[in-house]
C-alpha cells in the first residue's frame, strides 16, 4: 500500500531550525515528486516546495527560498524538509505529499502523510 | 491571501446539494489541472477529485466537478453528516511556478 510516514512533533525556539522526515514506499519514492505541504492553525495550505525523489533535484516556493533546504535519500526512501531561522508564525502542521509524476507541475497530492506539528515557541 | 478564492463556509441539510466554487486566472486554472481535497477535523488532506473532473478508486459519484475558463465547482449531493469538512482546491501555478491552493471551504450538514 501506497503511504507516506512523517517523524514527531517538534518544539523548536525562535531562530532555531527544524528537519522533518517523510519516509515512503518505494514505489513512490521512485516513480514521483514528493512535495511539502504547511497548514498554520486555522489556515489553509500552503506549498512550500518539492524534491525529484529520483534524482534528488528541489523545487521551492518563492516565499521560502533561501529559508528551506528539501533532501532525499534514495536508500532509505526518506524526504527532508528543513527550515531555517523559525519565528512564532511557522507554528504549522507540516506534510509530505505524493504529487502526480515523477517531477514538476504537479496537478494533484495523493496520499499524504499524517502530518508533523511543529510549534515554535520562547 | 491565497491565489485561489473560495467561499468560506456554506451549509446544506443531509440529502441535498451543495456547490463549491473556485476562482482563479489563466496562470493556474485556466491552463492547468484542477485538484479538490478534503480535510475531516484533526485528519491529513484526502485527494477527492484530480485532473479537473476524475474520482480516485473509493470516491462516490455523488462528488463531481465542473470548470470553465479560471473557476472550477465542486458539487456534492445527498449530503450526509460525515460530509462535514473543509474542503480545498487545488492546481499548478505556471506563473508562480508552484502549487496553488485555495483558502478552504467549511462545509456544514445541518
Known amino acids: 500500500q501506497v503511504q507516506l510516514v512523517q517523524s514527531g512533533a517538534e518544539v523548536k525556539k525562535p531562530g532555531s531550525s527544524v528537519k522533518v522526515s517523510c519516509k515512503a514506499s518505494g514505489v513512490i519514492f521512485n516513480s514521483n515528486a514528493i512535495s511539502w505541504v504547511r497548514q498554520a492553525p486555522g489556515q489553509g495550505l500552503e506549498w512550500m516546495g518539492g524534491i525529484i525523489a529520483i534524482f534528488g533535484t528541489p523545487k521551492y516556493a518563492q516565499r521560502f527560498q533561501g529559508r528551506v533546504t528539501i533532501t532525499a535519500d534514495k536508500s532509505t526512501s526518506t524526504a527532508y524538509l528543513e527550515l531555517n531561522s523559525l519565528t512564532s508564525e511557522d507554528t504549522a502542521v507540516y506534510y509530505c505529499a505524493r504529487g502526480s509524476g515523477y517531477a514538476f507541475p504537479s496537478n494533484w497530492f495523493d496520499p499524504w502523510g499524517q502530518g ?3 510549534t515554535v515557541s520562547s | 491571501q491565497s491565489v485561489l478564492t473560495q467561499p468560506p463556509s456554506v451549509s446544506a441539510a443531509p440529502g441535498q446539494k451543495v456547490t463549491i466554487s473556485c476562482s482563479g486566472t489563466s496562470s493556474n486554472i485556466g491552463n492547468n489541472y ?9 485528519t491529513a488532506p484526502k485527494l477527492l477529485i484530480y485532473d479537473d473532473h ?12 465542473s470548470k470553465s475558463g479560471t473557476s472550477a465547482t465542486l458539487g456534492i449531493t445527498g449530503l450526509q453528516t460525515g460530509d462535514e469538512a473543509d474542503y480545498y482546491c487545488g492546481t499548478w501555478d505556471t506563473s508562480l511556478s508552484a502549487a496553488v491552493f485555495g483558502g478552504g471551504t467549511k462545509l456544514t450538514v445541518l
Open chain 1, 116 to 118: 508533523t506539528l511543529v
Open chain 2, 34 to 42: 484542477v485538484s479538490w481535497y478534503q480535510q475531516l477535523p484533526g
Open chain 2, 54 to 65: 476524475n474520482r480516485p478508486s473509493g470516491i462516490p459519484d455523488r462528488f463531481s466537478v
